[in-house]
T-cell receptor, first 114, second 111 residues
Framework: NAGVTQTPKFRILKIGQSMTLQCTQDMNHNYMYWYRQDPGMGLKLIYYSVGAGITDKGEVPNGYNVSRSTTEDFPLRLELAAPSQTSVYFC?????????????FGPGTRLTVL | GNSVTQMEGPVTLSEEAFLTINCTYTATGYPSLFWYVQYPGEGLQLLLKATKADDKGSNKGFEATYRKETTSFHLEKGSVQVSDSAVYFCALRQGAQKLVFGQGTRLTINP
């Protein structure tokens, strides 16, 4: 049972480069999320999706884009990398948005922008 | 808006010591409360949760009680082990709104 998987685990980018962080879940969850975790801070929501074809902004969406063409996949795109985007990125999924529902997290992608 | 405040870390204890990590929240209504744990190099895992006042969540020897009167959800364990070394996040969620996390508390247990 893979759960939520993310690739790559680590990446170093130069300023201005672009990349896509991949996220896949095999639990048939409708809801998926992207968070960033800065050192000593809690997680902040970047984007989320309530189903294939539907996405919405979270707290810190600037500099990122997402798409949701299938239930399983929710890639996060960085178009013009900046040092401020150095962070650890977590993808998560849940069955519903019920207040009691559990979000399941992937192992994270550690991104450094130099 | 909703917010979560955790005790600042890092926290360092000896094996078999008693653990408390404080968590208080601000929210209107009745949010659900969660503790997530992040082991070194891994993603967050749900440790326990409570969905209404006076509920007690428990898992792996950890407990937390949802206290509406003090707006708190403190994490406790009677006897910690080296394997409990991790970062612990308190979080809340209200209805369909997003999860709101505290800043995390790094716990180190020495043998």
């Amino acid at each position: 049972n893979a759960g939520v998987t993310q690739t790559p685990k680590f990446r170093i980018l130069k300023i201005g480069q672009s990349m896509t962080l991949q996220c896949t879940q095999d639990m048939n969850h409708n809801y998926m999320y992207w968070y960033r975790q800065d050192p000593g801070m809690g997680l902040k929501l970047i984007y989320y999706s309530v189903g294939a074809g539907i996405t919405d902004k979270g707290e810190v969406p600037n500099g990122y884009n997402v798409s949701r063409s299938t239930t399983e996949d929710f890639p996060l795109r960085l178009e013009l990398a900046a040092p401020s985007q150095t962070s650890v990125y977590f993808c998560a999924s849940s069955y519903s948005t019920s207040g009691t529902d559990t979000q399941y997290f992937g192992p994270g992608t550690r991104l450094t922008v130099l | 808006g909703n917010s979560v405040t955790q005790m600042e870390g890092p926290v360092t204890l000896s094996e078999e010591a008693f653990l408390t990590i404080n968590c208080t929240y601000t929210a209107t209504g009745y949010p659900s409360l969660f503790w997530y744990v992040q082991y070194p190099g891994e993603g967050l895992q749900l440790l326990l949760k409570a969905t209404k006042a006076d509920d007690k969540g428990s898992n792996k020897g950890f407990e937390a009680t949802y206290r509406k009167e003090t707006t708190s959800f403190h994490l406790e364990k009677g006897s910690v082990q080296v394997s409990d070394s991790a970062v612990y996040f308190c979080a809340l969620r209200q209805g369909a709104q997003k999860l709101v996390f505290g800043q995390g508390t790094r716990l180190t247990i020495n043998p």
